[in-house]
């Protein structure tokens, strides 16, 4: 079992960055599949991006390809999001979720942080 906290949400102006972060705790961090997901208000959670277990394949929404940026550190136990030229459609409640496949799909993430509101102001 994996417990995971995110950080780093706040409000910023389009076109700005904020860099999210989701600290894992309990078993191996390396034994996971790490993603982030988001939910608008009215929206379904939406897959946002994924990163293998050593970070060699990472996928990305269309929507935020070239955007943003997944990463890990395994000796940390933390995942990361990278987010930058952030628009007021970015604007959600951001979640970290493991895995132990490669997926995209969001039924595939067994476990899930709490979320972190992001909020990009026009």
């Known amino acids: 079992q994996v417990q995971l906290v995110e950080s780093g949400g706040g409000l910023v102006q389009a076109g700005g960055s904020l860099r999210l972060s989701c600290a894992a705790s309990?078993?191996?961090?390396?034994?996971?599949?790490m993603g982030w997901f988001r939910q608008a208000p009215g929206k379904e959670r939406e897959f946002v991006a994924t990163?293998?277990?050593?970070?060699?394949?990472?996928y990305y929404s269309d929507s935020v390809k070239g955007r943003f940026t997944i990463s890990r550190d395994n000796a940390k136990k933390t995942v990361y999001l990278q987010m930058n030229s952030l628009k007021p459609e970015d604007t959600a409640v951001y979640y970290c979720?493991?895995?132990?496949?490669?997926?995209?799909?969001?039924?595939?993430?067994?476990?899930w942080g709490q979320g972190t509101q992001v909020t990009v102001s026009s």
């Open positions: 979720a493991a895995s132990t496949a490669v997926t995209t799909n969001r039924e595939g993430f067994g476990y």
């Open positions: 309990g078993r191996t961090f390396s034994s996971y599949v």
């Open positions: 990163i293998s277990w050593s970070g060699g394949m990472t």
